[in-house]
C-alpha cells in the first residue's frame, strides 16, 4: 500500500526565518505531488502542484521534487506568524484507472512573531 | 480561494442516529471527492464521482455510508447509523478533471455522542 511520510512532526520558526518541510513516498509512481495547508477549523488550501524533478515556485512556497529519492520538499520564504498551520503532502495516484490522493499525516508549523 | 461549499459545519449526533452533510461542488467540476479526517489528520478516502456516476468508494462506504451527486443538486454524503469512530472532519473536494488539483471546502465536523 503506497503512503507518504511526512517529517518534523512540529516545527517552530521565527518569523523571516525559511521553514523547511519534508515528505517521503513509498515509490516513484506517482503522477504528481500537491503541499496543502489547514488552518485550524478550517479546510484545505492548496499551496503549490509539482509534477517533474526540480523546483516549482508558487510566491513564497516553493517545492522540490526528486523522484530517484522518493522525497518532495516545501520551502517557506519570509514565513509569516499567519503561515501557523497544518501544512500536508499529498500524492497523487491512478490505482486501476481510478483515481485517489495519498496524504501524509502533516507538519504542524507554528510561526513565532 | 476555493468555492466548494460544505453545510452544516457541524453537527451532533447520537450513536444510531442518520447524518446527513452536503457539498456544492466549484462550478465546473464534475469530479467531487469525499474524505475523512481523523484527530490525528490522517486523511481516509470515502468515495469519489464524475458527474453523478460513482467512480470509487470503499468499502466501508458501502455498508453504513451512502453518497450521491445528483444533477442541478447539492452532493451529499450520508451516514445510517452513526456511530463514535465516525466522529470526523468530513471533507468534500472537487476538480475539473482526474488528477487534476483538488479544491476543498472547510468540512462538516461530525461529533457522534
Known amino acids: 500500500q503506497q503512503k507518504v511520510q511526512q517529517s518534523p512532526e512540529s516545527l517552530t520558526v521565527s518569523e523571516g526565518a525559511m521553514a523547511s518541510l519534508n515528505c517521503t513516498f513509498s515509490?516513484?509512481?506517482?503522477?504528481?505531488f500537491r503541499w496543502y495547508r489547514q488552518h485550524s477549523g478550517k479546510g484545505l488550501e492548496v499551496l503549490v502542484s509539482?509534477?517533474?524533478?526540480g523546483e516549482k515556485e508558487e510566491g513564497r512556497f516553493t517545492a522540490h521534487l526528486n523522484r530517484a529519492s522518493l522525497h518532495v520538499s516545501l520551502h517557506i520564504r519570509e514565513p509569516q506568524p499567519s503561515d501557523s498551520a497544518v501544512y500536508l503532502c499529498?500524492?497523487?495516484?491512478?490505482?486501476?484507472?481510478?483515481?485517489?490522493?495519498?496524504f501524509g499525516s502533516g507538519t504542524q508549523l507554528t510561526v513565532m512573531p | 480561494n476555493s468555492k466548494v461549499i460544505q453545510t452544516p459545519r457541524y453537527l451532533v449526533k447520537g450513536q444510531g442516529q442518520k447524518a446527513k452533510m452536503r457539498c456544492i461542488p466549484e462550478?465546473?467540476?464534475?469530479?467531487v471527492f469525499w474524505y475523512q479526517q481523523n484527530k490525528n489528520n490522517e486523511f481516509k478516502f470515502l468515495i469519489n464521482?464524475?458527474?453523478?456516476?460513482?467512480?470509487?468508494q470503499i468499502d466501508m462506504t458501502e455498508k453504513r455510508f451512502s453518497a450521491e451527486c445528483p444533477s442541478n443538486s447539492p452532493c451529499s454524503l450520508e451516514i445510517q447509523s452513526s456511530e463514535a469512530g465516525d466522529s470526523a472532519l468530513y471533507l468534500c473536494?472537487?476538480?475539473?478533471?482526474?488528477?487534476?488539483?483538488?479544491?476543498f471546502g472547510e468540512g462538516s465536523r461530525l461529533i457522534v455522542v
Open positions: 464521482f464524475q458527474n453523478q456516476e460513482v467512480l470509487q
Open positions: 515509490d516513484g509512481t506517482s503522477d504528481n
Open positions: 462550478k465546473g467540476h464534475p469530479v
Open positions: 499529498a500524492m497523487s495516484i491512478t490505482p486501476s484507472g481510478s483515481w485517489q490522493l495519498i
Open positions: 473536494a472537487s476538480s475539473q478533471d482526474r488528477g487534476n488539483t483538488l479544491y
Open positions: 509539482i509534477f517533474s524533478d
